[in-house]
T-cell receptor, first 114, second 115 residues
Framework: AQSVAQPEDQVNVAEGNPLTVKCTYS??????LFWYVQYPNRGLQFLLK??????LVKGSYGFEAEFNKSQTSFHLKKPSALVSDSALYFCAVRDMAGADKLIFGTGTRLQVFP | DADVTQTPRNRITKTGKRIMLECSQT?????MYWYRQDPGLGLRLIYY???????NKGEISDGYSVSRQAQAKFSLSLESAIPNQTALYFCATSDPKWQIKDEQFFGPGTRLTVL
């Protein structure tokens, strides 16, 4: 069965510093991987996805994610964090047994301090 | 996302009561989903519908039922609410014809408390 794991409940980073939010996956076959962000009192918003091609995927708000097949990872990154990036981040994988179904990780809360 | 609306936004109810959460969308998408979010558990799929005549159980459908009244409307019912159904509930939509066809568009959520 497909799954994703987010090993960190919370990540703290100072504004201006680079940030990384970790995600590892377990799938049979080629994975379709996603990152979503949830701001306070809002629904989830799509950030980016990886299907195939370049291992570095660029998304919204200056975020990018690096797909690493050998490490089965899909970490979310940003070169310079903003306080406004503080939110809950979810990694997800497409359920290959059912089209358009996503399996979400448990979420990582990112806190960016001024 | 204003294109996906949920009502009510907050609801407090008592154990044993039947309640309905409603979702409407103006995106014209065929596919709709209901998730619940619990701290430390992420989002879990309750039910999904790929068109008006297609309803499917998700990961945690026990204790819930759904109705797809129209392409734009997808309701979630708790037949007899219990305290462990206290959670944040999200509706989402997607469209296989959309450029990023796996992208799901989420409503703002309904916070449900069962006493």
């Amino acid at each position: 069965a497909q799954s994703v794991a987010q090993p960190e409940d919370q990540v703290n980073v100072a504004e201006g510093n680079p940030l990384t939010v970790k995600c590892t996956y377990s799938v049979s076959g080629n994975p379709y991987l996603f990152w979503y962000v949830q701001y306070p009192n809002r629904g989830l918003q799509f950030l980016l996805k990886y299907i195939t091609g370049d291992n570095l995927v660029k998304g919204s708000y200056g975020f990018e994610a690096e797909f690493n097949k050998s490490q089965t990872s899909f970490h979310l990154k940003k070169p310079s964090a903003l306080v406004s990036d503080s939110a809950l981040y979810f990694c997800a994988v497409r359920d290959m047994a059912g089209a358009d179904k996503l399996i979400f990780g448990t979420g990582t809360r990112l806190q960016v301090f001024p | 996302d204003a294109d996906v609306t949920q009502t009510p936004r907050n609801r407090i109810t008592k154990t044993g009561k039947r309640i309905m959460l409603e979702c409407s969308q103006t995106k014209g998408h065929d596919r709709m989903y209901w998730y619940r979010q619990d701290p430390g558990l992420g989002l879990r799929l309750i039910y999904y519908s790929f068109d008006v005549k297609d309803i499917n159980k998700g990961e945690i459908s026990d204790g819930y039922s759904v109705s797809r009244q129209a392409q734009a409307k997808f309701s979630l019912s708790l037949e007899s609410a219990i305290p462990n159904q206290t959670a944040l509930y999200f509706c989402a939509t997607s469209d296989p014809k959309w450029q990023i066809k796996d992208e799901q568009f989420f409503g703002p959520g309904t916070r449900l408390t069962v006493l």
